[in-house]
């Protein structure tokens, strides 16, 4: 019973703080409703013993993600942080519903069974959730992941190079800005650039 409630609060607080995230007009309130999700979504995780999978949650998710969200905001610095509705929102509210009685008739119309592999409940219980996850992780699917580490590797280094390639034209922009400034200041003063 206990767990029940716990779950209910913690799906409910999720889907909350998710619809505020979307809709809020405020970017710094979608992104703090964006924690509040996370937050609760590493509850449900707690609440289905994926311990391991709580921890990366809140650790990468509501961690760095968030923070490069936020980063991204002030980067950017909208002037008026509103956001309007626009015209693809009744195409977004459409797609939304859409995917919403997908999810309903598959909860009631399919059975969930789970493919039977060497990881069973009761190994994972004997070894634990880390463990479990790290021997599937590097020998059954260690290609996928090394394939997804080089496309982390190459977005770093291509958000690298944009970010340098951005501080030059500011650095430019600058040096033609003063050169400006300076001819503009000769140019009101002919008297002293006589002398």
């Keep these: 019973m206990t767990e029940q409630l716990f779950f209910v609060y ?3 607080m999720t889907l909350a703080s998710a619809i ?3 809709a809020s007009r405020s970017l710094v309130y979608s992104a703090l409703s964006l ?5 609760h979504i590493a509850g449900i995780y707690i609440l289905l013993n994926a311990e391991f999978l709580a921890a990366v949650q809140i650790i990468v998710y509501a961690g760095a993600i968030l923070v490069l969200y936020l980063f991204v905001l002030m980067l950017f610095n909208p002037k008026g942080e509103e956001r309007y509705l626009h015209r693809q929102f009744p195409v977004g509210i459409f797609l939304g519903l859409v995917v919403l009685v997908m999810m309903v008739l598959s909860v009631f119309r399919s059975e969930i069974i789970g493919q039977k592999g060497a990881f069973t409940p009761d190994v994972v219980q004997s070894i634990g959730h880390t463990q479990s996850i790290g021997q599937a992780l590097y020998s059954d ?3 996928p992941f090394e394939v997804a580490s080089l496309i ?3 977005a ?3 958000a690298i190079i944009l970010a340098g390639r951005r501080g030059k034209a500011r650095k430019k922009t600058a040096v033609e800005l003063k050169n400006t400034v300076s001819a503009d200041e000769k ?3 002919p008297d002293e650039v006589m002398v």
């Design 156 to 158: 770093m280094l291509g």
């Design 20 to 22: 505020v995230a979307v």
């Design 141 to 143: 699917f260690i290609l």
């Design 187 to 189: 140019s009101k003063r």
């Design 35 to 39: 924690l509040i999700t996370f937050i």
């Design 10 to 12: 913690f799906s409910g």
């Design 152 to 154: 982390l590797l190459v």
